[in-house]
Every structure is written in C-alpha cells, then in structure tokens.
C-alpha cells in the first residue's frame, strides 16, 4: 500500500490503471469492496469538491470516514505537531487523506505514518488526485491524452493543480501555452523539468489568440490566500476573465476544465456553452477517487 503525494508517484501504468479503473466506478459506482476500512480525512485548508468527493467516494466503496474539515476544532489548536497528529490518527484508520497549507506536509506525513496517505493539495506544490481526476475528464472529452495543445491559465506560480497536471501531461508529448500576469508565471523548476523532457512550452500575457488552438483551456482562479502583499493580488485578480465571444473562433473539440472553485475568471455566460466542461469535470472526481482509493488498497472490483 503506497502513499499518492506527487503524480510523480504514479508511472504512466499507474496512471492508466486509475483512469480505467475510474470509468468502471462511473458505470458502477456502488460496491462494497471498502468494507470494514475507515479512512480519516484531514483537511487543514478549505475545500469542497476534494473533501466532499472522497467521502462520496469511500461511502459508495461501502468504507467509512472520520476526520476534521477544520484543524481549530482538534488538538492542533492546542499546539499539537503534525507528527504526533499523523501518528494518533494513523492508529484509527486505514488510510488518511490530507490537505494542508504547507508545501512538504504531506509528504512528511507520508514518513511518520504507518497507514499510507494521500495528498488532497499542499500548498502551492501538488494536487495529484485533481490531476488524476483531469486527465480522466481529458480523456473523457478528447478521447486520447496523446499530442494535445494546453493551454494553462491563471495563477500558474501558486495553482498546485497545474504544477501537477503539466508533469503529468508532460509523457503525452502535449503543447503548452502558459498565460498568466507577470507576477504569476509558472516557476523555473517547472520549465526546466519541460526543457529537459523535450516538452515544447510558450509563454503569453494574452489568451484571445493562442486560444484558437488549443484542445483544452484550464482556467484557474487566482489563490488569495498565497499572496503575502494583498496588494499583489488587487493587481492580478481579474486578468483573465472568460466569455462566449472569446470561444467563437475555437476547435470543436475544445473543452474547458477548471478545478474550481472559481471567483470571476469564467463568466457564469460560459456555463451553458457546450464546451464548458467543468461541473462534469468536478463529478469525474468522485470516479477517480474510488479508483484511487481501490489501487491504494489493491481491491477488486466485481470485474477485475
Ligand atoms: N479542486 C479543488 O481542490 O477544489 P476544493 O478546494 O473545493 O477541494
């Protein structure tokens, strides 16, 4: 049983494993093969759609949870270390799923427990069940992960969802346009690692005309919470805001995916056009979660 903290954790199998297992969970999503595991679910930071999906998850796997969604209501509040946190809980469950502002905690987690982990977002570094659940939905959509024009867009220096989906993608051989502000392009160590594998990336401030391109447009909001000068984020907020008007010169099959939550980068216009895609995006995270949870576990569904 491993621990899932980075998408580099899962080879391409893994990683196929997952998306196949997951479009089994959609066809069948309720059996009861997570009996008799508990599973705690430890959110540090806010979230609906990763906290919420898990436990949908694991209650249609017929498991049960436990957990917090707000660490002032455990013994952290009282000045508990993450690792006498970790090890307790580790000792009343089977499997723990933790979102935490710090980027490492999860991994760290991962080191003291004896129960395996998964990382549902550290800080501004992984997010790699929101990526399993994206190449799910892009394979949905674009029938192949293979040769697709990305294009990233948003708060690519803080988004932990694009840091993991670009490493994910980058073994498709995609094209990548990164718009963003100036103050939130994607980090070196990013660009590099694309350098070094060979990945062709471009980077803009304006979107209108690289979007005529593109198979997937993944809009992100910019993080308040990241910034350090609230100032910074006045300037940066709404740079990106998406309309209609601006998918009419787009690909038939292009769709648009946002992790979510949004403020105003997608215009709520945007909702009924068919290639908005990111509600559906959002239940594809209950299937690739039940996919998760069962390769964590080495399970066996009904068929397999
Ligand atoms: N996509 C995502 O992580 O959403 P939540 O913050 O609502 O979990």
């Given at each position: 049983m491993k621990s899932l903290i980075?998408?580099?954790?899962?080879?391409k199998k893994d990683i196929s494993e997952v998306l196949e297992m997951a479009a089994y969970f959609e066809k069948n999503?309720?059996?009861?093969?997570?009996?008799g595991k508990v599973v705690a679910s430890l959110f540090f930071e806010p979230s609906t759609r990763t906290r919420l999906s898990f436990e949908s998850a694991v209650n249609k796997l017929g498991g049960k949870i436990i957990g917090f969604?707000?660490?002032?209501?455990?013994s952290v509040k009282k000045g508990e270390s993450l690792n006498d946190t970790i090890k307790t809980i580790a000792n009343y469950s089977d499997l723990i799923v933790m979102r935490h502002h710090l980027e490492g905690s999860a991994r760290y987690a991962s080191e003291v427990s004896k129960v395996p982990v998964i990382n549902a977002g550290d800080g501004a570094n992984q997010h790699p069940t929101q990526t399993l659940l994206d190449l799910y939905s892009i394979i949905k959509t674009q029938?192949?992960?293979?040769?697709l024009n990305i294009c990233l867009v948003g708060d690519l220096k803080y988004g932990r969802t694009v840091h993991s989906l670009l490493m994910a993608l980058s073994d498709y051989n995609p094209t990548f346009n990164f718009i963003s502000h100036s103050f939130l392009k994607i980090p070196n160590e990013y660009k590099n690692f694309l350098t070094k594998k060979g990945i062709k990336y471009f980077e803009h401030e304006d979107f209108t005309d690289v979007m005529k391109y593109a198979d997937i447009v993944y809009m992100t909001r910019v993080q308040k919470?990241?910034?350090?000068?609230?100032m910074d984020y006045e300037k940066t907020k709404n740079t990106y805001v998406l309309k209609n008007s601006m998918l009419?010169?787009?690909?038939?099959?292009l769709k648009i995916l946002h992790p979510l939550p949004r403020v105003n980068e997608i215009a709520p216009e945007v909702d009924k056009n068919p290639k908005a895609y990111y509600f559906e995006q959002a239940e594809n995270g209950v299937y690739t979660r039940q996919a998760i949870i069962a390769k964590i576990f080495g399970l066996k569904t009904i068929n397999n």
């Open positions: 980075s998408i580099s954790d899962y080879s999503p309720n059996q009861n093969i997570l009996a969604t707000d660490a002032s209501s455990s029938g192949s992960l293979q040769d919470e990241r910034f350090s000068d609230p009419e010169d787009t690909k038939e099959n």
